[in-house]
């Protein structure tokens, strides 16, 4: 699932993508990943393809919520939870700095 989704975002041009290793962390998913997109059509477009990529392997939808605005999308893929923001709304909210414990255990995929 993780691979899957990280390829999704890299064929729609996600950008500054960030994989967060939640094991252990959390019970609500197993990864999480934060990216972005340049305007709120490319976070919406991005979310939407995503969606239907996953939809194949889920065998349903996964869930999303924020479509509507564009400025921060989150697609629920179960073991993997992806946020999908415009570069200023993802600087205010700074997620992936709630995550990070000084392990190293965000890492930018390659």
Same mark, same amino acid.
């Given at each position: 699932? &993780?691979? &899957?989704?990280?390829?999704? &975002?890299?064929?729609?041009?996600?950008?500054?993508?960030?994989?967060?290793?939640?094991?252990?962390k959390?019970?609500?998913?197993?990864?999480?990943?934060?990216?972005?997109?340049?305007?709120? +059509?490319?976070?919406?477009?991005?979310?939407?393809?995503?969606s239907? +990529?996953?939809?194949?392997?889920?065998?349903?939808?996964?869930?999303?919520?924020?479509k509507?605005?564009?400025?921060?999308? &989150?697609?629920?893929?179960?073991d993997?939870?992806v946020?999908?923001? +415009?570069?200023?709304? +993802?600087?205010?909210?700074?997620?992936?700095?709630?995550?990070?414990?000084?392990?190293?255990?965000?890492?930018?995929?390659?």
């Amino acid at each position: 699932m &993780l691979a &899957l989704t990280l390829k999704s &975002l890299d064929d729609d041009k996600a950008e500054d993508v960030v994989a967060i290793d939640l094991r252990g962390k959390s019970s609500v998913a197993d990864h999480m990943i934060v990216c972005s997109g340049r305007s709120s +059509r490319q976070v919406t477009a991005i979310a939407e393809k995503l969606s239907d +990529r996953l939809k194949p392997v889920l065998g349903r939808a996964p869930r999303t919520e924020g479509k509507g605005q564009g400025d921060w999308v &989150l697609v629920d893929a179960g073991d993997v939870i992806v946020h999908i923001f +415009r570069p200023e709304v +993802r600087e205010f909210y700074q997620l992936e700095a709630m995550w990070q414990d000084g392990t190293g255990d965000a890492q930018r995929p390659s």
